[in-house]
């Protein structure tokens, strides 16, 4: 997969992409990944990028001008060559703003899914419209929050994106079961005694003498807490669970703290999600009141 980052501080992204599974995924040839210094596409003397806003207002907007000549210069379809395609398409132009949609573990599956991506990193007080609308197949923000620039943003796309791709992470369970992961394709067991239901893997896995996986069926709930040596810390010892070796009950703890974790941190997150009945009567002994 192929990924062209527009910007005005190009050396912004050289950190990044020569550290960890960025760099190991580049230096695979799994990914490539471009930057554009999008001055290079204004021919001014002062290599103009911004000018003052039509109306009236704060802060200065990027011109359409060199952020089209930077976008056509990289031999990309049209946008309206993009849309006959629908889903066929395998290239797609992105604008990163505070006023995008928001982007999920979702979309970065969705993306994944692309052979190329360019990556336009706004700045100033915005882009000009007119870019969102000729150039940009969707607009893209990382969170209810404003940035000083679209590097960030256009960083974590890349990051977020790379490491769905097969062969970018050792292990290529670590991307399903995780936060945000999929739902299981069946529907979680319900538990004994009304516990927490498992996913069908922990049922096969179970069945085969193996350890426990992660969160399976989790279907997009927040991970559960994770522990490692020494098995006491400050006073604070490893869940006793953990270290006896019975991976029923480790995977029965491990969906209840996952559902805790969730219904604390991200409630908004339990609406929708995969749960079963002993999912919703484990939530409800700890105060969570189901939204219909």
């Known amino acids: 997969m192929r990924f062209d980052l527009i910007t005005i501080f190009p050396e912004f992204f050289a950190s990044i992409l020569t550290h960890g599974v960025l760099r190991r995924a580049i230096s695979g040839g799994l990914v490539g990944v471009e930057v554009h210094d ?37 031999g990309i379809a049209g946008k309206g060559e ?134 399976v069926g989790a279907g997009g709930l927040l991970d559960y807490p994770h522990y490692t040596r020494p098995a006491e810390f400050r006073g604070v010892a490893v869940p006793e669970v953990l270290t006896q070796g019975d991976h029923a009950a480790i995977r029965r703890w491990r969906r209840e703290r996952a559902l805790e974790k969730t219904w604390r941190n991200r409630p908004d997150l339990l609406v929708g999600a995969e749960l079963s009945e002993g999912d919703r009567g484990f939530l409800r002994g700890l105060g969570w009141k189901q939204r219909e």
């Open 82 to 215: 993009r849309e006959r395609a629908g889903g066929r398409g395998r290239e797609q132009v992105i604008l990163l703003s505070a006023q995008g949609a928001r982007f999920t573990q979702a979309v970065a599956r969705e993306l994944a899914g692309l052979e190329r991506l360019v990556l336009i990193s706004g700045r100033y007080e915005g882009v000009d419209e007119r870019v969102n609308e000729l150039l940009c197949d969707r607009e893209l923000s990382i969170g209810d929050y404003v940035l000083s620039g679209g590097e960030l943003a256009a960083a974590i796309v890349v990051d977020a994106t790379a490491r769905l791709l097969p062969g970018v992470l050792g292990n290529e369970a670590s991307s399903e079961f995780e936060s945000f992961g999929l739902a299981s394709p069946l529907k979680p067991k319900e538990g004994l005694n009304g516990a927490p239901g498992l996913g069908p893997k922990d049922g096969l896995h179970g069945a085969l003498g193996g350890p426990p996986s992660a969160v």
């Open 38 to 74: 999008l001055r290079n596409f204004a021919h001014d003397r002062h290599r103009t990028v911004d000018d003052r806003p039509f109306g009236g207002g704060e802060g200065m907007v990027l011109k359409p001008e060199p952020l089209a000549e930077a976008v056509e210069s990289l």
